[in-house]
């Protein structure tokens, strides 16, 4: 199993270009989340999607958007780049909401220039 | 919103050493959870806590959920090398609420 796989792993944007960062996990599990991760500030939930169909904000959704594809694909968009956006990102699942174990994927550096 | 305060930011020991880090909260979790993030990874979940005053291990570590619901404590006996890593812990408030509050985490450096 490859549990939660992110794509891609690096990536240099110049402000204002889009792109979609793609997460797909293999477990069978029906909540996905993005978060980013900052020096200093932990991990910050960006958005999530507690089951197929279903999105919500998270602490810090400006910027973003997402799109639940499907049960496995759980997709995070920056629109227009900032540098503020310049960040480490994790996809994330679990089976359910409540005390279930989280698994990450292995993260994507993005920085934007 | 709910912050989770870790302590110490980083830490700086000798091969078998015992580490204790700790992480605070302005309001109530419970729920509390202990990752380990090895570099260029995401983080891995150590120990799950779900009741106030449970103490659990895993090995040579153990964690305790505060009896006010409001802190927890991470304790690493006999470190070894690969215990190097950033350490979170994180929150959750109740069922259904989905967020996930992570604290700002403890970097542990072994010395040679």
Redesign the interface.
């Known amino acids: 199993n490859a549990g939660?796989t992110q794509t891609p792993k690096f990536q240099v944007l110049k402000t204002g270009q889009s792109m979609t960062l793609q997460c797909a996990q293999d477990m069978n599990h029906n909540?996905m989340?993005w978060?980013r991760q900052d020096p200093?500030?932990?991990?910050?939930?960006i958005y999530?999607s507690?089951s197929e169909g279903t999105t919500?904000k998270?602490?810090v959704p400006n910027g973003y958007n997402v799109s639940r594809l499907n049960k496995r694909e759980f997709s995070l968009r920056l629109e227009s780049a900032a540098p503020s956006q310049t960040s480490v990102y994790?996809c994330?699942s679990r089976a359910g909401?409540?005390?279930e174990?989280?698994f990450?994927?292995?993260?994507t550096q993005l920085s934007v220039l | 919103?709910q912050q989770?305060n870790?302590s110490p930011?980083s830490m700086f020991i000798q091969e078998g050493e015992d580490v204790s880090m700790n992480c605070t909260s302005s309001s109530i979790f419970n729920?509390w959870?202990w990752y380990k993030q090895d570099p260029?990874?995401?983080?891995?979940?150590l120990i799950?806590l779900?009741k106030a005053g449970e103490l659990t291990s895993n090995g040579r570590l153990t964690a305790q959920f505060g009896i006010t619901r409001k802190d927890s404590f991470l304790n690493i006996s006999a470190s070894i090398p690969s215990d190097v890593g950033i350490y979170?812990c994180?929150g959750?408030l109740d069922?259904?609420?989905?967020?996930?509050t992570?604290?700002?985490?403890t970097r542990l450096t072994i010395i040679p």
């Open positions: 939660v909540s989340y978060y200093g500030m932990g991990l910050r939930l999530y507690a919500d998270g602490e994790f994330a909401t409540w005390g174990k989280l990450f994927g292995s993260g | 919103g989770l870790q930011q729920t959870l260029g990874e995401g983080p891995v979940l799950a779900y979170f994180a959750q069922f259904g609420n989905e967020k996930l992570f604290g700002t985490g």
